[in-house]
């Protein structure tokens, strides 16, 4: 039997065996694939968009004809300045290139998923809403300038409103109910005194004058008041049928005449009736209504209103859901200690009336003593009312043993013994449910009870410190206190109503959130999910909530406590939270993978909500319309929060504050938000800067006066005047932004472009450019210079460099004004809620100005001080800047074919004045990036590139665009130390440009990463850097740079790894181009997400045999995949990191070849000569 197990133990192990061997054949088969030549194709990704075909092609080994012979380019001699050459001015071009070129995330596998799927559904859905009239971009116009706005109620909220029906949980049904509760709780008292003593008499009408009596004639008349409109009032309340609520008045008035309509119609007319029927008697003749009063028939129909107290349950009821509501053992304890003690009171009160009524009746017979002569307390013998009805209530309560009574008064005995029972039993019933009550507060304590016992004897079994066991028992006794340990049966309550009851205990916890207030607002349903979902946390004093630096898989949400935010950035700097609410990490609701940027630990017992991203994803699945809007702001919370400065200026707090105020961006440039939350100063076609009548009211404001007078005519500063007299004076920084913000009224602080879009840093550079070309117009260092570090300030020589730079743009007054005016505006093409409003096909920077500059003057009125030729020449600018990129330019990233065509556009136009109105403009607009009064960018080290890209462009016209361009890397270089001997020099300073290459040792270091290649890859990368677009075909890799910069910071990609993978991934483009294309671009930004993200060496290696390469408009797109996104935290298995080791032998090997090949080379070579 042993060896049988054993045999099969043994069969089993060599089974496994067997399948681990094949899964490490597989992954060598994948490795060789991916190192081998060709590559064997794999549908679907990039590696099978080519057919690994390698042309033959040579190295130069000479410069040759590459370089132009006259060096136009070269700049004075300057002594080495201590700082480096200027990554900032090769960073910047992520400001010309857009938001895209700082994005390094990307929707996660939740969010795209759902985008496929609810993107047709959510287009099919908004049409017909559209054709419905509930949303109509149509008719936003007129809501617009009219001030309305589209707003989505539910049904509660449409409930509220006066001429509606009234919901029945709402403050003044409530109020409402607790009067009537009160009447019949004064008339349960009441009636039955009135039907025992004759004096107590309810009416409208007394017959004595009394005080009690007026007390009493003004309970009748409110009464009679009261539940008339109480009739009205149950015709307009609104009622719950299935857990919804229906307001519908044909619904509501068949239900109260089902219910209870009937009965409160029949005790109306009784209240009438006894009230007015008294008053009849009287004014009657003796023999037609005297018999009703003397037997007492009226008090006996006044009393039958006592039955309203039947509606007392369902008051009861609502009273006992709103004391649990409340959510304190002790108000449920005293409402039931109340409740009982009224209920005892009452039947004690209605016995003892009703006992002292029977003895009047047995002594008014006179057959028989009746109890009250026993008692001796009738009216003969002179017994106050107070007397008699203490008598009264003492038999009920205590009654005596064996009764006073009359022993031939047999209806009092059967009274006695009626009254005892029901005594009895209601005493009896109502002890009983006081007691019920205690027991179940008490089982709830005795569980909290036993836990805090178990937990204690759990510490001093374990010799636990007296200060920690103190310290974990309190916090045992909070956490017990802010989580109640008594569950449910779910059963019994609906996933809707479950979701409703979630949004009244954590409806506020989100709403204070930009995005889940609108989605509240607008998918009440959607909302009601997502607090139905949350997670409550619960940490102690000194806990973190989370790190700095680690992953970020929740969005984290404070409630009650006392939190710490720390940074590392900000040792000395700290920020406190107190029972507020405050969003951290809402980014990872978006993204696949990120990190927290700053830590969060407790100062006190605290209480923390959290919501994943999965969980998230579920409740949008529901709900395509709510998706789409969801993954449009997500989309833009992305492209806003990748965006931070990294600058240490604001402190903690201010880190905090951005992610709220990304948030905040977020939602006012969404489309749905928009549509709902109508701005009227952001609407493009109801823009008009230059009417007064545009502002508030109507009324004549300082920006209405800029352009009026006193007399209503043009003020005395126009854009022109600013030119002219502003420009060449000599005023202070502060008097020129003055005069600035006067002229163009695009830049007023209050109502210009740039204040109705709240983008005060956007107005701070197109601020900063201007002043800064009027510095240079005026010849002023020293004001261009104010915002500069003293260390790194522009030296005397740049500055006379970028004065000649300006002399020769040949800035005449009228071509100032017009690069003045485009730097005022420009900014506005940014606008995501602006350019939202334009066809799909002008929203890029370039087309969005040009459009609104075309079809909208009134928004830029300062244009109608532009002639006719300056309009030409700013279209013909924008135009230009989008076949040509400067910031492209300076980190080499273009090719020289893109310097051809900046040449062709230019001379479209016949003269050279483009190109020298688009070099005054860039002047002004690189010396503005940075913001300051002045230029703050444009400092010694920033100037160096911008110098040397500035220069090239300057000869444009006059010199071949290949040798231009290669001149200008070959300055690259030399600024980094390195002079090209040859082409392929040439090839590593375009790569060294692309790298933001800094210093001579950042340039070591590529170095050093370029010879770690095969000689095949050295070939073809210098294949691809030397192609210049016009005599051999060349790729352009957008968000090249940005990718080698964090291939450089992430040590499980390193620049080596990049550049082997873009070999791969310039064959497979090679193979997929068209071949009569000279010049193919490839978007990298997804693969420079990925980059950053990734953490697992060999994931990245094989990343492109998982892609897919796709063609869109004319340009590659690199889409990394869901599946190596979700392997970018892959932990490296055994079998991984047996496949990477063999991938490294194979390549070692590889380069060893190459070594031995070049050294039999050299040997020949000897042997020849």
Request: with cysteine.
């Amino acid at each position: 039997m042993a060896s049988t197990s054993l045999e099969e133990g043994i069969q089993n192990l060599e089974a496994e065996l067997n399948n681990a061997f094949a899964r490490i054949q597989k992954h060598l088969k994948v490795l060789r694939q991916d190192v081998g030549s060709p590559p064997t194709p794999v549908e679907g990704s990039i590696l099978s968009a080519g057919t690994g075909r390698r042309a033959s092609w040579k190295v130069p080994d000479s410069l040759g004809d590459w370089l132009l012979k006259d060096d136009v380019m070269s700049m004075p001699h300057e002594d080495p300045a201590p700082s480096s050459l200027g990554g900032d001015a090769l960073f910047f071009s992520a400001e010309m290139l857009g938001a895209s070129a700082h994005s390094h995330m990307r929707l996660n596998s939740h969010l795209m998923e759902l985008s496929m799927r609810a993107a047709e559904s959510a287009h099919v859905l908004k049409k017909e809403r559209m054709k419905t009239g509930y949303l109509s971009p149509s008719k936003e116009i007129s809501q617009y300038t009219s001030g309305g706005a589209n707003t989505v109620l539910t049904e509660l909220e449409r409930c509220e409103s006066i001429l509606q029906v009234i919901p029945p949980n709402s403050k003044f049904r409530l109020a409402w109910d607790l009067c009537g509760v009160l009447l019949i709780v004064l008339d349960a008292f009441l009636l039955p005194m009135t039907m025992a003593w004759s004096e107590w008499e309810v009416t409208p009408m007394p017959s004595s004058i009394s005080f009690s009596s007026r007390v009493l004639q003004i309970f009748a008349i409110i009464s009679l008041a009261f539940w008339p409109c109480d009739i009205i009032v149950n015709f307009n309340t609104a009622f719950y049928v299935r857990g919804f609520i229906e307001t519908r008045r044909w619904e509501i008035a068949k239900r109260y005449a089902y219910t209870w309509l009937g009965f409160d119609i029949c005790v109306v007319l009784l209240d009438f009736a006894a009230g007015f029927l008294g008053q009849a008697s009287e004014d009657a003749p003796a023999d037609f209504l005297q018999p009703l009063r003397s037997a007492r028939y009226l008090r006996i129909l006044r009393t039958i209103r006592i039955l309203r107290i039947l509606k007392a349950g369902k008051i009861n009821v609502l009273l006992e859901n709103l004391v649990i509501s409340m959510g304190r053992q002790w108000m449920i304890l005293a409402f039931t200690v109340g409740k009982m003690l009224i209920a005892i009171g009452a039947v004690a009160h209605i016995l003892a009336c009703i006992w002292f009524a029977l003895g009047d009746t047995v002594q008014s017979a006179g057959q028989h003593r009746s109890w009250l002569e026993f008692a001796g307390i009738t009216r003969e013998q002179g017994a106050t009312f107070e007397i008699q009805y203490i008598h009264s209530l003492i038999w009920m309560l205590l009654p005596p043993s064996p009764p006073p009574l009359d022993p031939f008064s047999g209806i009092e005995h059967a009274a006695v013994l009626i009254l005892f029972v029901t005594t009895v039993l209601v005493i009896g019933s109502a002890l009983s449910i006081l007691t019920g009550t205690l027991n179940e507060i008490r089982q709830v304590n005795s569980e909290r009870s036993k836990k805090r016992r178990e937990l204690r004897i759990f510490l001093q079994t374990r010799a636990v410190s007296t200060e920690l066991l103190m310290r974990v028992m309190s916090y045992a006794d909070y956490r017990m206190t802010r989580h109640s340990p008594v569950a449910y049966d779910p059963s019994l309550i609906s996933p809707m109503l479950e979701a409703e009851l979630a949004t009244s205990q954590f409806g506020s916890i989100l709403n204070a959130h930009p995005l889940f207030e609108f989605i509240s607002s607008s998918y009440p349903a959607v909302f009601a999910e997502c607090c139905r979902v949350l997670n409550k946390h619960f940490y102690c004093e000194g806990e973190a909530v989370f790190s700095e630096g680690s992953l970020a898989e929740k969005m984290h949400i404070s409630s009650h406590g006392t939190f710490k935010l720390t940074a590392e950035a900000y040792p000395q700097d700290h920020a406190l939270i107190e029972d507020d609410c405050h969003y951290f990490a809402e980014i990872s609701l978006y993204v696949e993978a990120a990190v927290h940027r700053c830590s969060l630990h407790t100062d006190s017992f605290s209480e923390v909500f959290s919501l994943t991203a999965a969980d998230f994803a579920k409740i949008l699945v529901n709900s395509p319309l709510c998706t789409t809007m969801v993954i449009e702001y997500a989309n833009e919370y992305i492209s806003c929060y990748t965006a931070v400065p990294a600058t240490k200026e604001g402190g903690i707090w201010h880190k905090a504050e951005w992610e709220r105020e990304c948030a905040q961006i977020a939602c006012t440039n969404n489309s749905f938000y928009l549509e709902e939350h109508v701005d009227n100063r952001q609407v493009l076609e109801a823009l008009d800067l230059a009417s007064p009548q545009n502002s508030l009211e109507g009324a004549e404001t300082p920006y209405a006066a800029a352009w009026l007078g006193a007399n209503g005519a043009e003020a005395t500063l126009t854009p022109m005047d600013f030119v002219t007299s502003v420009v060449p004076g000599q005023g202070t920084a502060d008097s020129t932004v003055a005069s600035l913000r006067e002229a163009f009224l695009e830049l007023d602080l209050e109502h210009g472009l740039h204040a109705r879009f709240s983008d005060a840093k956007e107005q701070e550079r197109a601020e900063s450019a201007i002043l800064s070309l009027v510095a240079l117009a005026r010849n002023d260092y020293d004001m261009y210079t104010a915002a500069q570090n003293q260390q790194n300030r522009l030296t005397n020589t740049q500055w006379q460099n970028l004065r000649e730079l300006f002399d020769w743009t040949d800035a005449t007054d009228e071509k100032l004004l017009a690069v003045i005016f485009l730097l005022a505006v420009k900014g506005i093409s940014k606008y995501r809620s602006l350019t939202r409003q334009l066809p799909v096909g002008h929203q890029r920077p370039e087309k969005a100005m040009k459009y609104i500059l075309e079809l909208f003057p009134l928004a830029v009125p300062s244009a109608a001080s532009l002639s006719s030729d300056a309009q030409e020449m700013m279209a013909k600018m924008l135009d230009m800047q989008g076949i040509f990129n400067f910031a492209q330019m300076l980190q080499g990233e273009n090719v020289p074919a893109n310097l051809g065509d900046l040449k062709s556009a230019v001379q479209s136009y016949g003269t050279e004045e483009l190109l020298k109105f688009y070099v005054l403009y860039l002047l002004g607009f690189m010396s503005g990036l940075a913001g300051g009064k002045g230029s703050r960018f444009m400092t010694r080290s920033n100037a160096r590139a911008t110098l040397l890209g500035l220069a090239m462009l300057k000869h444009v016209l006059e010199q071949d665009p290949a040798p231009l361009y290669w001149t200008y890397i070959h300055h690259r270089g030399l600024e980094l130390s390195r002079r090209a001997e040859q082409p392929s020099d040439l090839a590593l300073l375009r790569l060294a440009c692309n790298c933001r290459a800094q210093t001579a040792d950042d340039l070591a270091r590529l170095q050093d990463a370029w010879d770690h290649l095969t000689a095949q890859e050295q070939v073809e990368l210098t294949k691809h850097f030397l192609a210049d677009g016009i005599t051999t075909p060349a790729i352009v890799c957008e968000f090249l740079p940005l990718c080698l910069e964090r291939a450089r910071s992430n040590p499980f990609v390193t620049v080596r790894t990049l550049l082997q993978v873009l070999v791969e991934l310039l064959q497979a483009v090679r193979s997929a181009a068209p071949k009569d294309h000279k010049i193919v671009t490839v978007d990298l930004a997804d693969l420079a997400a990925f980059i950053l993200m990734v953490q697992n060496s060999y994931v990245f290696q094989t990343c492109l045999a998982r892609a897919t390469l796709s063609l869109r408009e004319e340009r590659f797109y690199v889409d990394v995949s869901q599946e190596n996104w979700r392997r970018i935290a892959e932990p490296p298995s055994d079998i991984v990191l047996l496949a990477g080791s063999v991938r490294e032998l194979v390549y070692k090997s590889r380069r060893h070849d190459d070594a031995k090949s070049a050294a039999q080379q050299q040997v020949l070579v000897h042997c020849h000569f």
